[in-house]
Structures are given as structure tokens and as C-alpha cells.
């Protein structure tokens, strides 16, 4: 079990946390440049600022923080790693996975301020102990009139943090030279605050829950959860708990098995984009249950669930028909439209964004069963984006709402490589693609 931290709930002790950082990775500097100097070994500064060591540490206090901290910290993993020493991206990686739960009595005083006092006694089982933590809160097992409930529960004071914490970590950042200069994180910044302050909404999370669950209707391949309108406020979200294994488990399951549940997620980011214009953004397999005994697949965490605009989705559609039939004129078209690209880029930089968002578009391009276990596409999407920033020098990222699509697309593609999966997603994009 991760040790219980108390999370800091007020701008003054989560500043507090920064300046402790700021002075342990200063005193780690100064301890390794002085045995560098004894060794007789050539000083230089980036070499002492990104070390394991400082890198742990800078992971382990986001960690502590939690909230926009960590999940900035998350975040600029994610969109910024090229650019990030390996020791850090991989480190920060680990931001993705868990956060430290906060100790009872925080729990404790949360669900007092949300539903008052003695609210114990109205349920016959409440656990203390998360089954799941994360940036923002941490989720909690419960059974109140015989219905089997999950129980998010949101840090103190996160929601009031949201900006000075995107700015301080931002700054963080800035001051260890951790990203280029010339990298604009400006946009990405704005747009973080915004999900940030969506996803501290509980309420708002509610309505996604409801709003998707529509869309979902009676899909028997699904199960999401339901809200509990009377226990859910804007610091605690209630809702039925949703059973079932790790999506992840499934890896050593037979492949016919894998494949059917790797067909349904590929159709569901299918679904969600071109049919319903509401895409659930954060793909990573947490979010994710198998239901081993209804062969269905458990839905979680509805946070930072997105709307996209017909025109918006009409235009990725453009570009993935492009990208399926190779016409690197018609990519770089619909690109420029989508605001990949800027018409000042270079003719390099412009040939080889089209390449990579072709590459990007592999699986769908390929004839039957695409095998997600044996393709290579993730390194060589990884080499055609370093290539691009390392050679050509460019930080221009796509709007946000791009963005995030990438991380449903990813993440999913990801998950699939997980279960060793094959799909023939040509077949399932072609009714949208046109």
C-alpha cells in the first residue's frame, strides 16, 4: 500500500512544498558537484540538475501535492517527453500511474462537508482505504441500502489551487531549463487549467456520466456507472460500482478473446468521435475493467470528456482519408486546417508531419487484420516526431483539442499492443472515412 500523506490544502504549505524542492534538489547539486570536484570530473550544470536522483525527487513531491501539480506534472510527460532527459520522462511517467492517498481524517472531513455530520450511520459498510487513487481524488468502496457503491472522494483544497499550481510547476520547469525557451507552453497551460477545473467539477463529471451513458444506450458490450444524484456535490462524486479485472489481465487471455475485446475499443473511439462528437479522452488502462462472466467491458472516469464540433470532426475525417490513401498533398491541406501546421514551416518540417500523421494511420490503411503485438508503429512514430523536433528545431504543438484526441487514439492503440491484439480497422473505420 503507498504511504498515506496529508495533502496540502492552501496555497501558502503548497507553495511551501515547491520552495522544499527547489532547496533539496539545490543541496543534491551542490553535494554532487563537490564529489565531481574531488573526482576531478568537468562540472556542468545540466549534468548535476538532471540526475535520477533530482528527477525521483521532483516526481515524488508532484506526487505529494497532488492536483494540478501532479497532473501538470502528468501532462507535460505526455506532450513534452521528446524533449525531457529519458531519466525524467520516465520518472514523470510514473505520475500517470498512482498518487499517495491522504490519511483518514482527510477523508473524514471531506465527506463532512459534503454530507454533514453522522454520515456514517447511513451506510452499513464504508471503506477507508481507497481502491484507487489518482491527481485529482481517490475512489472508495461502499454499500449503503443493499446498492454497492463507488465513492469519489477529491482532495482538499485542489480545486482552489488549479492556477497557482499550473503556474508554479510551470515555472518549476522554466527555471530548471527542463523545456526550451523557444517551446510556447503558453496555449498548453491555458488549456490545462480549463480541463483541470472540468475535472474538479464532480458535478460536471456527472453530466458526462449521464450524457454518455445515453449515447451507450443498450449496449450490452459496455457497463458504465450510474450517479447517485443525492450523495454527488462538487467534491464527491457516488455512483454504482463497476466490477471486474484489470483490462491489462486479459494479455495472457486466449486470442480470439483479445481481438474481440480490442475490435469493441477501436469501435467504440470510432463511435464516440464520428457519431457522437463526445470522446472520453483519458485512455489509459486504469480506466478500463473486464467483466470475465457477461464478456463485457467496465467504462470509468469520465473527467475529461470532450465535445468536438462537427466541422472539427469533419475535418479529421478529411485527414485520415488523406492519410489512408497516401496523398501527402491532401494531409498537408486538411494539416494546416487543423492547425498542425503553420504555412511559415518549412518544406522539410511539412514533408515530414505528413509522413508521421500517414504512419499514424497505418492500422487503418491496412487490408484485414492489423497485428497491434508485432508492429513496430509506436517506435517509428516516436523516431519521425524526435527527428522532426531535433533536426528542425520546431515547438509548435496542435490545438488541444487535437491534443487530447491523440491521447484517446494513443492510449487505445497502446492497450491493444498490451493484449498482443489483431484487428482489421480498416473495416471498422470505413463506414466514417470516406
Known amino acids: 500500500m503507498t504511504k498515506e500523506i496529508p495533502v496540502p490544502k492552501n496555497r501558502a504549505s503548497r507553495l511551501l512544498k515547491i520552495g522544499r524542492l527547489l532547496g533539496g534538489i539545490a543541496g543534491q547539486m551542490l553535494s554532487d558537484g563537490v564529489s565531481a570536484l574531488a573526482d576531478g570530473k568537468p562540472l556542468r550544470a545540466s549534468d ?10 521532483l516526481a515524488e513531491r508532484l506526487s505529494e501535492m497532488r492536483g494540478a501539480a501532479m497532473k501538470i506534472g502528468q501532462l507535460l510527460s505526455m506532450e513534452t517527453g521528446d524533449y525531457l532527459p529519458p531519466a525524467l520522462t520516465e520518472i514523470l511517467a510514473t505520475l500517470r500511474e498512482h498518487a499517495h492517498p491522504m490519511p483518514q481524517h482527510q477523508v473524514a472531513q471531506v465527506l463532512e462537508t459534503a454530507w454533514g455530520k453522522g454520515w456514517d450511520g447511513a451506510f452499513q459498510q464504508f471503506s ?15 454499500c449503503k441500502d443493499g446498492r454497492h457503491l463507488a465513492i469519489k472522494v477529491q482532495y482538499p483544497g485542489i480545486r482552489k489551487s488549479i492556477d497557482s499550481d499550473v503556474d508554479n510547476v510551470a515555472a518549476l520547469f522554466g527555471l530548471f531549463r527542463l523545456i526550451p525557451g523557444e517551446f510556447d ?14 475535472e474538479a467539477d464532480y458535478r460536471a463529471e456527472a453530466v458526462n456520466i449521464a450524457e454518455y451513458n445515453r449515447f451507450i444506450g443498450d449496449d450490452s458490450g459496455f457497463e458504465l ?8 456535490t462538487s467534491d464527491v462524486l457516488s ?34 468521435l464520428f457519431e457522437w462528437g463526445l470522446v472520453q479522452t483519458d485512455a489509459q488502462f486504469g480506466n478500463y475493467r473486464y467483466q470475465v462472466e ?26 485520415m482519408g488523406a492519410a489512408i490513401k497516401g496523398d501527402l498533398s491532401a494531409i498537408e491541406h486538411t494539416a494546416v486546417e487543423l492547425g498542425y501546421l503553420r504555412q511559415a514551416e518549412s518544406l522539410a518540417y511539412r514533408r515530414g508531419l505528413c509522413e508521421m500523421i500517414r504512419a499514424v494511420a497505418e492500422p487503418v490503411r491496412y487490408p484485414g487484420l492489423f ?5 513496430d508503429l509506436s517506435k517509428r512514430v516516436v523516431d519521425l516526431a524526435i527527428s522532426l523536433r531535433l533536426h528542425q528545431r520546431y515547438m509548435h504543438l496542435p490545438p488541444t483539442d487535437m491534443l487530447f484526441l491523440h491521447r484517446k487514439i494513443g492510449g487505445t492503440y497502446l492497450l491493444c499492443a498490451r493484449l498482443r491484439a489483431q484487428v482489421d480497422v480498416n473495416r471498422l473505420a470505413a463506414p466514417y472515412i470516406r
Open 225 to 232: 456507472p450510474t450517479v447517485d444524484s443525492s450523495l454527488t
Open 48 to 57: 548535476l540538475l538532471l540526475t535520477p536522483a533530482n528527477a525521483m525527487r
Open 294 to 319: 457477461r464478456d463485457r467491458i467496465g467504462l470509468l472516469d469520465f473527467g475529461a470528456t470532450r465535445h468536438y464540433s462537427d466541422e472539427l470532426v469533419d475535418a479529421f475525417r478529411r485527414l
Open 185 to 198: 507552453l503558453a496555449p498548453l497551460l491555458k488549456e490545462a487549467k480549463q480541463q483541470l477545473h472540468q
Open 371 to 375: 497485428d497491434f503485438g508485432t508492429s
Open 128 to 142: 477507508f482505504t481507497p481502491f484507487a487513487t489518482a491527481s485529482i481524488g481517490q475512489v472508495h468502496e461502499a
Open 239 to 272: 455512483m454504482s460500482f463497476v466490477a471486474g479485472a484489470p483490462i491489462e489481465s486479459l494479455a495472457s487471455s486466449p486470442l480470439n478473446v483479445r481481438n474481440r475485446v480490442a475490435t469493441q475499443l477501436l469501435a467504440l473511439v470510432l463511435k464516440e
